[in-house]
């Protein structure tokens, strides 16, 4: 992939293209920032690029058509297995390193989530580090760098990408096929991250978070008798009951912000119901609705029944309509 095809890290990016111009690219680089940024396809390219013997990868040769099909035998991938790289990867590793390179000018190993090195695991790649074998460029992948040990992180050139701007986001979402309400409220949910937006796209979020705003934001005392079996539907594992208050937090934050006229909604696929909240409220109102959802997320964190902190939290939504 040519680096241009890369979205939203011109820093990160520029530097690097810099580095391939002027033949200064260090021996290691640790590539730092979320899940889902651009790090992994930003390494594939710097690999390209050397394989290539240009700045920009080109695409069309016998290097850059095996790196499409990630078949290039010079790039080595070291990634955690059940979360963890043990020390038994990094020897393998280690050896495939000090072997000459098969057709590259020199061997590529990107290193996938690098903090979940064990400690033997990052005591041997300390020396890998130390004497590249074969020259090989070392390529350290890692969302929480402080997890790194300092020995580590003095020996690589660092890197910062930033999390993906809304805007970037929704597009790349779009070109992969989302419809465009859906795309915008990923993307905002997504917190920079494509494989989130991804995700929640895949996984039916959207539809969940629509059904827990439609059973939620009507109810009146009259439904008290049917509550028990809302909060049990909605929420009988802690996981679901807290994702019914992220949810609710957002949808009353846009309910709020709708009756205040700023900032763009998180729950642009839900405007509707959040003018019509928002037109049935006062502010009072909602902010006492967000202080009650606060107090769930709390309760939640606690030991305490999920089941219950719904059907408590349904009943302050309740009150007062
Ligand atoms: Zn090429």
Do not use: W
Not at 192 to 220: C, H, N, P, W, Y
Not at 277 to 294: N, P, V, Y
Request: aromatic content about 4%; overall charge neutral; some cysteine.
């Amino acid at each position: 992939m040519p680096f241009s095809a890369i979205r939203g890290q011109e820093h990160a990016v520029g530097i690097l293209k810099r580095s391939l111009e002027g033949n200064r690219v260090a021996h290691a680089y640790l590539f730092e920032g979320i899940e889902g940024c651009g790090k992994m396809l930003t390494a594939r390219s710097l690999a390209e690029a050397l394989f290539c013997g240009s700045t920009e990868p080109c695409g069309s040769c016998p290097a850059c058509r095996k790196m499409a099909t990630k078949q290039h035998p010079d790039l080595h991938l070291l990634e955690p297995e059940k979360g963890i790289i043990k020390i038994d990867r990094i020897r393998e590793i280690q050896k495939e390193l000090s072997l000459r390179p098969v057709e590259a000018p020199k061997k590529v190993c990107i290193v996938n989530q690098a903090d979940r090195m064990n400690q033997a695991a990052a005591n041997a790649f300390l020396k890998t580090l130390e004497e590249p074998p074969g020259n090989a460029l070392l390529i350290l992948l890692s969302d929480t760098p402080t997890a790194l040990l300092s020995t580590i992180l003095s020996r690589c050139q660092r890197l910062r990408f930033n999390p993906l701007p809304l805007e970037i986001l929704t597009e790349l979402l779009l070109a992969q096929g989302a419809a465009a309400e859906q795309a915008q409220s990923a993307a905002s949910l997504a917190g920079g991250s494509m494989a989130k937006g991804t995700a929640i796209l895949q996984e039916g979020f959207l539809t969940r978070r629509r059904e827990i705003v439609e059973q939620t934001i009507d109810l009146t005392p009259r439904d008290f008798a049917t509550l028990t079996v809302t909060a049990e539907r909605l929420g009988h594992e802690r996981e679901q009951a807290q994702e019914v208050v992220e949810v609710l937090t957002l949808f009353f934050r846009d309910v709020m912000l709708h009756r205040h006229g700023s900032l763009p909604p998180v729950n642009s696929d839900l405007s509707e119901l959040v003018e019509r909240t928002a037109g049935g409220l006062s502010t009072g109102d909602i902010m006492e609705r967000l202080e009650a959802i606060i107090r769930a997320g709390q309760a939640l964190t606690r030991n305490v029944n999920p089941r219950l902190t719904l059907e408590a939290l349904f009943m302050s939504l309740a009150m007062g309509r």
